[in-house]
């Protein structure tokens, strides 16, 4: 059974920092690209950052640059986000997911809530 669990979201104020785990179970980790996801209210789902599955490529969207890493473990079969710096239009739910190099299965995480507030 294919599973991504997002973990590591809360309530935080702006200029802080959270760091999100995504543990994945089910399928071979180490061969997917990995992405973190986020959707605000009212708005579309956005690509956030990409890691490939060596872990030696990654890119960002122009709004993470700089304020965020993505990572991951393949012996652990987790990718984490860590994010720094945050920004009240940080505030969103933000998925993991999962693509095969060859790009036929996706799978996603549930989601788990960033809210940056004072």
């Known amino acids: 059974q294919v599973q991504l669990v997002e973990s590591g979201g809360g309530l935080v104020q702006p200029g802080g920092s959270l760091r999100l785990p995504c543990a994945a179970s089910g399928f071979t980790f180490s061969n997917y690209i990995m992405k973190w996801f986020r959707q605000a209210p009212g708005k579309e789902r956005e690509l956030v950052a990409t890691?490939?599955?060596?872990?030696?490529?990654?890119a960002y969207a122009y709004s993470a640059k700089g304020r965020f890493t993505i990572s991951r473990d393949n012996a652990k079969n987790t990718v984490y986000l860590q994010m720094n710096s945050l920004k009240a239009e940080d505030t969103a739910v933000y998925y993991c997911?999962?693509?095969?190099?060859?790009?036929?299965?996706?799978?996603w995480g549930q989601g788990t809530q960033v809210t940056v507030s004072s």
């Open positions: 997911h999962a693509r095969s190099s060859g790009g036929n299965w996706v799978y």
């Open positions: 890691i490939m599955p060596s872990g030696g490529s990654t």
